[in-house]
């Protein structure tokens, strides 16, 4: 059972950049496909990214699209996502998750995933 672990939240001020960490432990990533939400208390968890078993295929949401990279360190067993010009609007807990068989969809629900993360809290200030 792979276990997972997310770092690098913070509160931050709108432009900045953060890297979020999701160390794997249990299984090696380099054979998984992987992705990150985020969500606000109250609404569903909303699909960010998504990163294929080779580190080839990549999906991302239209709302993070051109700011946002997922990527995969086979090596230290870690998925990243790279957070650039960061917005009020990106304030949330994300969270990082395996998926469950690998498809080409584009777009992702939660229920493609698992397990999950406990999150990291994210808050960007105007």
């Known amino acids: 059972q792979v276990q997972l672990v997310e770092s690098g939240g913070g509160s931050v001020q709108a432009g900045a950049s953060l890297r979020l960490s999701c160390a794997a432990s249990g299984r090696s990533l380099g054979s998984l496909s992987a992705g990150w939400f985020r969500q606000i208390p109250g609404t569903e968890r909303e699909f960010l990214a998504a990163i294929g078993p080779g580190n080839v295929y990549t999906a991302y949401a239209n709302s993070v699209k051109g700011r946002f990279t997922i990527s995969k360190d086979n090596a230290k067993n870690t998925l990243y996502l790279e957070m650039n010009n960061l917005e009020p609007g990106d304030t949330a807990t994300y969270f990082c998750?395996?998926?469950?068989?690998?498809?080409?969809?584009?777009?992702?629900?939660?229920?493609?995933?698992?397990?999950w993360g406990q999150g990291t809290q994210v808050t960007v200030s105007s």
């Open positions: 998750a395996i998926m469950l068989r690998f498809r080409d969809a584009g777009d992702y629900s939660p229920r493609d995933f698992a397990p």
